[in-house]
């Protein structure tokens, strides 16, 4: 049998601890920093960065609340009688071509109106007119719930 020196016999079985550590804990820090970012990232990319531009029309106070079904088609009326149908401007006497050639598309179509509470009576009744006449079956007013607010009737 060969000789081995006694500081060699269990040299192949030792394990290398370094005297100098970054951590002691159960937890890496790199893995707690690297689960931090992720969520950022993630936060940061579902979040709405980019305002979309829109009007700001003050809808009447209703103290009735239904809602509208999916896929439906939405006409805005704001207070200096601009009309936009879908977040497109349109103009008034091209409404009716607009809605008509959106019924060709879907039979069962809900249009949505949303006028300013200073709108006139009138304009809204001439934009349910140009929905029927396009063929549109039903037709909603959209209103603001009122939250303990008294209703003017």
Same mark, same amino acid.
């Given at each position: 049998?060969? $000789? ?10 030792? =394990?290398? /601890?370094?005297?100098?550590?970054? $951590? ?8 707690? &920093? #690297? ?8 936060? !940061?990319? +579902? ?6 531009? +829109? ?11 239904? +809602? ?6 939405? !006409? ?9 149908? #879908?977040?497109? =401007? ?13 019924? =060709?598309? #879907? ?10 509470? =200073? ?19 039903? &037709? #909603?007013?959209?209103? /603001? ?9």
């Amino acid at each position: 049998m060969a $000789y081995i020196p006694e500081q060699q016999v269990g040299v192949r079985w030792r =394990r290398f /601890r370094p005297k100098y550590r970054l $951590y002691h804990g159960p937890i890496p820090v790199i893995a707690l &920093v #690297n689960v931090a970012l992720l969520l950022m990232l993630f936060l !940061v990319w +579902g979040s709405h960065i980019v305002i979309q531009p +829109g009007l700001i029309i003050q809808l009447p106070v209703a103290a009735f609340v239904s +809602g509208t079904p999916y896929g439906h088609v939405v !006409v805005t009326v704001t207070q200096e009688g601009q009309v936009f149908f #879908n977040d497109d =401007r349109t103009p008034m006497d091209r409404l009716g071509s607009a809605l008509s050639h959106a019924v =060709r598309q #879907n039979k069962d179509l809900s249009l949505t109106i949303e006028a300013d509470a =200073r709108v006139s009576y009138e304009t809204i009744v001439r934009v349910m007119n140009m929905a029927a006449a396009a063929g549109i079956r039903q &037709v #909603n007013l959209a209103t /603001r719930p009122s939250f303990g607010e008294e209703v003017v009737p």
